[in-house]
């Protein structure tokens, strides 16, 4: 197996465990919050789309589909390619209105195929170049990012499977 394509399935794998988190849920369901201080199943399915969304588009040199495919509209929110979720408080959180879970995993998708089309580019040699990020010491690399993008994945998809079940109970993936 390629590097490319073990990153491939890596982000592929957020992509069906994000499918299989929101199977089911309404918009009411996307919404409701575990706690005042936590993140809704839609937010945070929203956010990690963003930060892919974002980073891939500033590693590859080029508009964020949240703009471009003018995504930030099907979500009812303005068309800043800043608005990925950071800095949110809670009270931002609690007022986000997430759209359905077919349109935040459309989405999803449409960021994971440019995900996949980039990965694709790559060489081996520019997974060593580094960002121009001097506030981070050792400057970032590609490789470093794109690591960095798929744990964030890893870590807010686990999160939305878990306020799922908290919200729901067990035995939704069928055990």
């Known amino acids: 197996m390629e590097w490319q394509e073990l990153l491939i399935d890596g982000y592929g794998r957020v992509s069906e465990a994000l499918e299989e988190a929101l199977k089911g849920m309404t918009q009411d369901d996307l919404n409701q919050l575990p706690h005042p201080d936590c993140n809704s199943m839609g937010w945070l399915a929203w956010h990690l789309t963003r930060v892919q969304d974002d980073h891939i588009a500033d590693l590859m040199g ?58 694709r580019s790559l060489s081996a040699s520019d997974l060593d170049r580094e960002l ?44």
């Open 62 to 119: 080029v508009k964020q589909l949240w703009v471009s495919e003018g995504w930030h509209a099907r979500f009812g929110r303005a068309a800043s390619e800043d608005d990925i979720g950071w800095g949110h408080s809670s009270k931002d959180v609690a007022e986000f209105k997430s759209p359905d879970a077919e349109t935040l995993l459309e989405y999803h998708q449409a960021v994971l195929e440019r995900t996949k089309r980039y990965l």
């Open 132 to 175: 121009n990020e001097p506030w981070y010491q050792p400057l970032p690399t590609v490789g470093v990012r794109l690591i960095s993008i798929l744990a964030d994945d890893l870590q807010h998809v686990g999160q939305i499977a878990y306020v799922r079940g908290l919200l729901k109970g067990k035995g939704w993936l069928g055990y």
